[in-house]
């Protein structure tokens, strides 16, 4: 049956065929869509089952009922539909059962879900059940009078489809074919005339009419007198006219204590007449069904059956209601059996077999059948909305869309709201709700019932007795609630019994008829391919290949393939006691790609399409075959004519020739016999020489292969024993390489650690010498005495430890004479010794003389303690008379301050008159002031990038041209002098910033409310309001000329004494190279010197500043806290020597390390020793020397200060006296003269500046050159070689520094490099890439990566893909990208608050970016790059995507800093801004403005208060910008860091101040103004005011609402205030109008005036852009975001790896 085409005999044999063997029971599922043929095709397999499995005796009677039963249930069960001509309506499950000896024994029947509704209503061209159309056309017999049956056309149930005939169906012939079924199923004629009767009922019950009438002012109707059918239907069901008349239209209702009658309506009336219809119809349909089983049931014990499932397929209609909604979701459970079935059965062949397979998920339609059947699903929902007494279809339908609405095989039409779509496996359905809950009730009135249970009729009495009462009654709601109690609804029956069935075919094995629908129009012979594809799908048939053709779907016995393939194999392939190995040779020769194919245990598994390739080769060798056959019969045929012709031929000449041959005979005979007699003799002969020849043979082979086998067994116990010793070697062996490892282990972490414990010893020295700082200011003296106590413990440890080593000397020269002793005992050579005796003699002289120098240095050292500590006393002395000193200037301040107050106090009552009067005037000013700054400050800007553009400069870029590998200390004193750039360039623009605004910068914002007689007058020279109180020009300088050319004189001394160093380093380098260690002392001394003077020069202006700032601050206390700064510099120094000494001692030890390895004799020991002692004596000498020197100076250089202290304080208090003494006798008229002045000052500010900026410059080039050097000489020295090969930059050193001969010291090893050739890339191993991860990504620390080359991890990763590539690995590159990302994202997640570390990996992610796009190959990214890096460009891999990936990486972590910063600078944002007032004489409020809660409040809120709230602001700025600049980001994304962060500040001010009413008036506004100065100025000295970045621009709307509260505010500015707020929005501005309050001296803005700006910004702003705007800014808005291509300059072939990152695995290539 396998080879031939599908047919349901097949599938009928194998259900046979396993329940015989395997014993089990069967079912058969017929399914597919309505029409496909299921009915016929379950009726075939029946009738295959009566022909095998018939008795002998009752084969005949039980085929016939078997088969008799099918034409019975396709008269009342079956219907003619749009897609069907014979579909049946209901579903049916019929069960054979056999005996044990597989014969028919019974049969019975179980049917599901009658299509009741059919009875009563049929759609357009379809069909009532086919018994009725039977009876109408037999109707004309005589036999069916008394039916009074007609024309099926005269029956309102049967005319409805208009479709009354079926094309090749005679119904009469199908009627007597009925009835022959019925009477072989024991139905008698009695019988069966009932039941016809009863279905002629129906028909004539569906004619009844009823007709509309008004009873007790209720509708109700009746059926008319004259009603034909009515009549009709009593006589044939045998019941009381009257009766029938009166509950057709008429109901009982029972209440609690009566029962009455009510008429129904029209409508409700022809329901019920119609439910009984169909209810009638379904007992008549039950009770036929149940006379076939009990027809065909069976007393005996069944043994196994074989069920035939035949039930209706997926349905889908225009309008599909209550029916279509159970088939389909009978259908859904099916196809989950079916699905679990077929798919368990695959892969359980593949287990059984053995085979290797992954299996293929499938769909599963588990959450459709959960929609429809759990709890709260649509059957639930169903049965729970019949349970309500005033339940409807709209309500239920309602509560689907609100409880299923999350089901995502649920959905809701868009264009109704009665109507709900399910998501079956075939198809979307969509249902309307009208009618579910009647239909799922299924109510019949009791009334009517009881009439039918009492009719005459046995038969149709008999229909009714045994039902119990229905659940509807004629009352409404007890009756109905009683009733749902009683009885189960359709919904709740069908759920049962599907379920039931579902059990039944799970105890059976199934096997599956899937009926494919040709064609949709009903033609014979029409094939629609896409029909039967989608058919297919919905089945799941495809599904089914789908998995098969994953696996392997053909399969054969080895039996069968080598039966039909034994043609393709030779004879010596096949093995008749083993099929497989044959199977394996004869596809070895077949095919060659082994995954082709598996073998099993007993089958072969072919993939798609092998089966095909071997059955062309079978045909190819069979054709080849019947060629071969058919060239034999041609010839034999050709063989056969000759033959005839030969014969005849022959005949003539056999009787010539018969003479002869007789004659011949007798000589062949007496040959013959000769011949024969030879024969026997010889063979007897050979036969014995064969015998005695294999005897020989198999003896010598017995003894050779003994042989064989004991040298065999010899050599297998040899190797055994070899293996055994290789074994416990290569054990041993792997012990000691284990401790071996393990010991190089220990000694690495313990040199790791020692590395982070020193690392964290400095980090808390720092921090010791930074807290008390900042805090206590006052307690200067007692930390230096602890200081100086630490100093005095440090040289008592030191003390100690000489001491210490001077015992271990002695242990050691004791050692060494017992070992001399027993040396020369041992060789006995008496000269020798006398020899030895002697030197050693001489030595121990030399060592008595070191010991002595030792003891003098110990003296030295002791009186210097004393020193220290009389140092100590005398400082402590200066410091209380400094303290009374102090004391003293303060009360002589108070009593200056309280003069002035009383005189500026009349001052200010003269001046008040002549302030209000020029007040409009000095505005005016004021606005022009603002304008000719703003223009000064642009041209300034302008000439500074003119001058940077001349240049050819660049900023905000760090490489490895600018990365020195110089020790720690030196890059500290770099970056301290880098420092003093920005600060002088913010000390020269500070006075530049706001001259139009009449503010002044105040260095110190600690005391914010001082008074006006303490205030430093000479640095107000921008308020315009103040310049009336300013000397002229001529007077003022007279006062400043002293200060001035004593300041030049020390400038020309310190340039003196630079110009002197710098001829003194000149000759130094020019110095023979005989004195190499002696110039390289003298330069690393001179850099120490020169780095000393800067500071020391740094101290001094800083001194000076704040002397003639006049801020306050003690002078004393900057001594002192210089002097702090000088005490740590000198342990500094003390540490530094240190760290000397060791690497002598080590350098000292290493010869006695390499004399351990060769046997010298123990003068060499004894000498090296010596050497080195004096070696560590020499340098503790100079150590001290070096110290009395730098003490020495120290004191000299605190004798200055103290001296240039005084000398400034003299100058202070003239000055100060000069200024009070001026404050009255300016005239009003002196603004323009003074305006000119200011010019000009800024004009030669500006010239100066540029100087500085040339000044400055030549020095960055000498700090370079001399770092050359100074890397340069600790190369030589060989104190930093270490640090140049693990690097702190990562880089090597440059090239300057490995050229030139190199000569080694003494004491110091120079180490030579070897010239390679790298080609930029690292190779790792597979197995090391999850350490490799862990150190670059997960160890790495912020701190870590501010030492290191900017992007050094983002390098280190790009090198180790170009190893990738370049060996092309796609699963490695793969590998290592995806860790790298993962772990960034895992790090990033992980210490997201830090903003350290997110800065880190944003800088790293973005340099591994611009490193793909500059060495992918593309020509747009490689415009900037060398030759060298278009060859280095990766050549196998396109990592395009990884680009995008790690983008948007980028723009996470983007957005996680912007999130943090925004949050770390938030809280001091309204305190800097709108609460800090620096300007002092504007502080306080308005008349009329009394104080707010809610700002106080904030204040307590915020972390600083508002004194101290601006500096805290520039602080956070500063240390965002110097973290993004340290981590390496791009000065592009630095630029849009502060964009964003200028916004955020910008938003939250401008919302706080148009919230706030007692922050809107001038004199805020000026405050607000000059806090914002600041803000610009730090934009400027950081180069982020380009118009390119729009970092100042973000700051607009603030500034321009400054200057609104500042602007005069009359009618005549109305235009020019609105040109003016260009970035407010209209309401901003008019809040800012409303919430204005003048000051003292001003008016309160009118209305008219508010009034007209509105219009005139309706008038001249655009509709579209200003109408939208809001009040508020919106404070979570954000610029977008990019990340510019950067490429860099930095070859990757001069790339290092640091020792700190710990990648040892990495190797340079």
Not at 1564 to 1577: A, D, F, T, V
């Amino acid at each position: 049956m396998g080879d031939l085409d599908p047919h349901i005999f097949a599938v009928a044999e194998e259900a046979y065929t396993k329940m015989e063997r395997v014993n089990t029971n069967q079912a058969i599922i017929v399914s597919g869509e309505s029409g496909a043929g299921k009915t016929v095709s379950a009726k075939y397999a029946m009738r295959y089952f009566a022909t095998v499995g018939g008795s002998a005796v009752e084969e005949t009677q039980i085929e016939r009922k078997v088969l008799a039963s099918n034409p019975v249930m396709e008269a009342i069960g079956n219907a003619k539909t749009i897609r069907n001509d014979n579909s049946s309506r209901f579903g049916k499950f019929i069960e054979i059962d056999f005996n044990k000896n597989f014969n028919i024994l019974a049969a019975n029947m179980r049917t599901y879900l009658l299509e009741k509704s059919r009875v009563v209503f049929q759609a357009q061209d379809e069909r009532n059940y086919h018994v009725f159309y039977q009876l109408c056309a037999v109707s004309g017999r005589e036999e069916f009078q008394e039916l009074e049956l007609g024309h099926q056309d005269g029956f309102f149930y049967l005319n409805q489809g208009e479709s009354p005939t079926i094309s090749g169906v005679d119904d009469a012939q199908c009627f007597e074919q009925t009835r022959e079924a019925l009477t072989l199923l024991a139905l008698d004629r009695r019988t069966q005339t009932a039941l016809f009767r009863t279905l002629a009922a129906i028909l004539h019950l569906g004619n009844v009419e009823f007709r509309e009438e008004m009873s007790g002012g209720e509708e109700a109707c009746r059926v008319s007198k004259g009603d034909k059918s009515l009549p009709v239907v009593a006589r044939l069901l045998n019941v009381d006219h009257e009766q029938i008349r009166h509950w057709l239209c008429k109901r009982k209702i029972v209440s609690m204590r009566e029962t009455f009658t009510k008429s129904m309506n029209l409508k409700e009336a022809t329901s019920s007449r119609d439910a009984l219809a169909k209810h009638i119809y379904a007992q008549v349909f039950a009770c036929i069904v149940a006379r076939i089983n009990q027809c065909l049931e069976t007393t005996e014990k069944v043994y196994r059956f074989i069920g035939v499932l035949d039930i209706y397929g997926f349905e889908t209609f225009e309008t599909n209601s209550f029916e279509q909604f159970c088939i389909n979701y009978a259908n859904e459970k099916l196809q989950q059996q079916f699905n679990q079935h077929v798919f368990k059965l695959e892969q359980e062949e593949y287990v059984k077999e053995q085979i290797e397979w992954t299996f293929i998920d499938f769909y599963d339609n588990q959450p459709c059948i959960d929609l429809i059947e759990t709890r709260l699903g649509v059957l639930d929902l169903l049965d729970e909305e019949c349970r309500m007494p005033k339940g409807s279809d709209q309500s239920w339908v309602e509560k689907l869309y609100s409880k299923c609405a999350k089901s995502g095989h649920f959905e809701k039409p868009r264009l109704s709201n009665s109507a709900y779509v399910i998501a079956h496996f075939a198809d979307k359905v969509q249902y309307e709700s009208a009618g579910f809950l009647e239909k799922n009730r299924d109510t019949v009135l009791e009334e009517q019932i009881s009439v039918l249970r009492a009719s005459l009729d046995s038969v149709v009495s008999a229909l009714f007795a045994a039902e119990k009462p229905t659940g509807k009654t004629s009352a409404k709601a007890p009756a109905v609630k009683a009733g749902a109690q009683n009885k189960k609804t359709v919904g709740s029956q069908f759920r049962d019994s599907l379920s039931m069935l579902m059990t039944t075919l799970n105890s059976t094995t199934p096997h599956y008829v899937r009926c494919i629908k040709p064609n949709d129009q009903k033609e014979a012979f029409g094939f629609e391919p896409h029909r039967a594809v989608q058919q297919l799908r919905a089945c799941g048939v495809l599904e089914t290949i789908r998995i098969s053709a994953a696996g392997y779907p053909s399969r054969w016995l080895y039996q069968e393939f080598f039966y039909r393939y034994r043609v393709l194999c030779t004879t010596k392939d096949i093995k008749r006691n083993d099929m497989r190995a044959t199977c394996e040779n004869i596809l070895s020769n077949l095919i060659k790609d082994e995954d082709k194919f598996k073998f099993g245990r007993t089958k072969i598994f072919f993939r798609a399409g092998q089966v095909a390739y071997m059955e062309k080769l079978r045909g190819d060798r069979l054709r080849a075959c019947g060629i071969m056959i058919q060239k034999h019969v041609r010839g034999w045929l050709l063989r056969k004519r000759y033959r005839t012709v030969r014969g005849a031929t022959c005949t003539l000449q056999r009787w010539v020739r018969g003479f002869l041959a007789r004659r011949r005979t007798r000589h062949m005979r007496r040959t013959r016999a000769a011949v024969l007699l030879q024969s026997q003799t010889r063979g007897l002969l050979a036969r014995r020489r064969h015998q005695r020849l294999r005897r020989l043979a198999v003896g010598l082979q017995a003894r050779a292969r003994g042989l064989w086998a004991r040298q065999r067994y010899q050599q297998m116990r040899r190797e055994r024993a070899a293996i055994t010793i290789q074994r416990h070697a290569r054990g041993l062996l792997a012990r000691r390489r284990y401790a071996h490892s393990l010991r190089g282990l220990v000694l690495l972490q313990s040199c790791v650690r020692r590395m982070v414990a020193r690392r964290q010893l400095k980090a808390l020295k720092i921090e010791a010498r930074s807290i008390d700082h900042q805090k206590k200011l006052n307690k200067g003296l007692e930390n230096k005495i602890i200081s100086l106590q630490q100093r005095i413990t440090e040289l008592s440890g030191e003390h100690s430890s000489l001491k210490q080593r001077q015992r271990e000397y002695d242990q050691l020269a004791a050692e060494h004479k017992k070992l001399k002793t027993e040396s020369v005992e041992l060789r006995r050579q008496a000269g020798r010794l006398a020899e030895l005796e002697a030197e050693l003699e001489q030595l121990r002289q030399q060592l008595e003389q070191e010991r002595c120098d030792k003891v003098d240095l110990v003296n030295e050292k002791d009186r210097i303690e004393r020193e220290g500590q009389d140092r100590i006393q005398r400082l402590n002395e200066e410091n209380e008379k400094l303290r009374q000193q102090i004391l003293q200037n303060e009360q002589e301040k108070q009593a200056k301050e309280k003069e002035s107050k009383e005189l500026l106090k009349t001052k200010v009552d003269l001046e008040k008159s002549v302030l209000n009067a020029e007040h409009d005037q000095e505005r005016i000013a004021y606005q022009r002031l603002v304008q000719e700054n703003a223009r000064l400050e642009q041209r300034n800007e302008t000439l500074e990038r003119d001058l940077q553009r001349a240049r050819g400069g660049k900023t905000h870029q760090r490489s490895s041209s600018n990365v020195s590998g110089a020790s720690e200390a030196t890059t500290e004193a770099a970056r301290d002098d880098a420092s003093d750039l920005p600060s002088i360039t913010s000390d020269l623009h500070d006075e530049l910033s706001d001259v139009g605004y009449g503010s002044v910068r105040s260095r110190s914002s600690e005391q914010p409310e001082r008074k006006l007689e303490a205030i430093d007058w000479s640095k107000h020279n921008g308020n315009p309001d103040l310049e009336r109180t300013i000397v002229v020009p001529e007077r003022k300088a007279s006062p400043d000329v002293n200060l001035v050319l004593k300041l030049q004189q020390k400038l020309k001394e310190v340039e003196t004494e630079r110009e002197r160093l710098a001829k003194r380093l000149e000759r130094l380098e020019q110095a023979t190279p005989d004195s190499e260690n002696k110039q390289a002392h003298d330069q690393i001394r001179l850099q120490d010197l020169e780095m000393e003077n800067a500071k020391q020069k740094a101290d001094l202006q800083k001194l000076r500043q704040s002397i003639a700032s006049g801020s306050g601050d003690d002078p004393g206390n900057d001594l002192m806290l210089q002097f702090h700064a000088i005490q740590d510099e000198v342990e500094r120094r003390r540490e530094e020597c240190i760290q000397l000494r060791t690497v002598i001692a080590n350098n000292a030890s290493l010869p006695l390390r390499r004399m351990e390895d060769r046997d010298t004799s123990e003068e060499g020991e004894v000498l090296m020793a010596f050497e080195t002692q004096k070696q560590i004596n020499r340098q503790l000498a100079e150590e001290l020397h070096l110290e009395k020197e730098e003490r020495v100076r120290l004191l000299q250089m605190e004798a200055e200060y103290r001296e240039e202290l005084s000398h400034l304080k003299a100058d202070n208090d003239r000055q100060q006296r000069l200024i009070s003494q001026n404050l009255g006798q300016a005239q009003p008229g002196q603004n323009e003269a003074i305006m000119l002045h200011e010019i000009t000052r800024l004009t030669s500010e500006n010239l100066d500046l540029r100087e500085k900026i040339d000044n400055l410059a030549e020095q960055v080039k000498k700090y370079k050159k001399q770092l050359k050097l100074y890397a340069k000489k600790l190369k030589d020295m060989g104190a930093s070689q270490h640090k140049r090969q693990s690097g702190y930059y990562g880089a090597e050193p440059g090239a300057e520094l490995l050229e030139g001969p190199q000569q080694e010291g003494p004491a110091m090893p120079v180490i030579r490099h070897k010239s390679v050739d790298y080609v930029g890339m690292f190779e790792y191993k597979k197995e090391d890439e999850e350490a490799l991860i862990r150190s670059l990504i997960f160890d790495l620390r912020p701190k870590t990566a501010a030492v290191l080359l900017p992007g050094l991890p983002a390098y280190i990763l790009f090198m180790c893909i170009r190893h990738t590539d370049h060996v092309n690995d796609d699963e490695k590159v793969r590998r290592l990208l995806t860790a790298a990302i993962n772990g960034v994202k895992r790090v990033v997640k992980k210490r997201r608050d830090d903003a350290d570390s997110l800065v880190m990996w944003l800088a790293n992610v973005c340099r591994l970016l611009h490193n793909l796009k500059q060495y992918s190959g593309d020509v747009a990214f490689q415009s900037e790059n060398t030759e060298k890096q278009n060859e280095q460009c990766l050549k196998s891999f396109d990592l395009s995507e990884y680009r995008q990936v790690l983008s948007d990486v980028a723009m996470w972590i983007y957005q996680l800093v912007i999130k943090l910063l925004e949050e770390r600078v938030q809280p001091v944002v309204v305190p800097a801004v709108l609460e800090h007032e620096a300007i002092a004489g504007l502080t306080g409020r308005p008349a009329g403005i009394r104080g707010r809660a809610g700002s106080s409040s904030r204040q307590l809120e915020s972390p600083v208060s508002s004194e101290h709230a601006l500096d805290a602001l520039m602080a956070s700025l500063r240390k965002i910008y110097r973290t993004l600049c340290e981590l390496g980001v791009d000065p592009e994304i630095t630029a849009q860091v502060f964009k964003q962060l200028f916004y955020s500040i910008c938003a939250h001010s401008l919302n706080n101040l148009l919230l706030r009413k007692e922050l809107c008036h001038w004199t805020k506004g000026m405050q607000i103004r000059y806090n914002l100065s600041h803000l610009e100025q730090w934009c400027r000295d950081n180069r982020l005011h380009d118009q390119e970045t729009g970092v100042m621009d973000t700051l607009q709307p603030i500034i321009q609402a400054s200057q609104l509260l500042q602007a005069r505010k009359t009618e005549e500015d109305v235009s020019r205030v609105c040109d003016m707020c260009d970035k407010l929005t209209s309401p901003q501005i008019i809040k800012i109008l409303n919430l204005y309050t003048p000051d003292e001296y001003e008016e309160r803005v009118p209305i008219s005036f508010i009034r007209k700006v509105q219009d005139h910004l309706q008038k001249h702003r655009e509709p579209d852009t200003d109408s939208s705007a809001r009040l508020l800014m919106d404070t979570k808005f954000a610029f977008p975001v990019r990340f510019p291509f950067n490429p860099s300059n930095i070859r990757l072939e001069d790339i290092e790896i640091p020792d700190i990152l710990n990648l040892p695995m990495l190797k340079k290539l």
